[in-house]
């Protein structure tokens, strides 16, 4: 007696967020969760403007948890 082995179903596809260069982050935020809510995106690239070091980390600390909260990494 053979045994015939199912087709392993594929794992659902995963969507990578790579954002336009972010120059103001107040008025990106809105976009960005919206965006992430919408395509259910599992992972985000932030991508900045060429700033200072201090306005990009804060930029970060504004923006991840954005993300987060919505699931994404």
């Keep these: 007696m053979s045994t015939t082995k199912k087709p392993e179903t594929p794992p659902a ?3 990578y967020l ?3 260069r972010i120059a103001d982050v107040q008025a990106f935020a809105p976009v960005l969760s919206e965006t992430v809510a919408r395509t259910a995106a599992a992972a985000v690239l932030l991508r900045f403007a060429e700033t200072e070091e201090r306005a990009l980390i804060n930029a970060v600390k504004i923006l991840a ?3 987060q909260d919505l699931g994404a990494a």
């Design 13 to 15: 596809p995963h969507i």
């Design 65 to 67: 948890p954005l993300v």
């Design 18 to 20: 790579v954002t336009p």
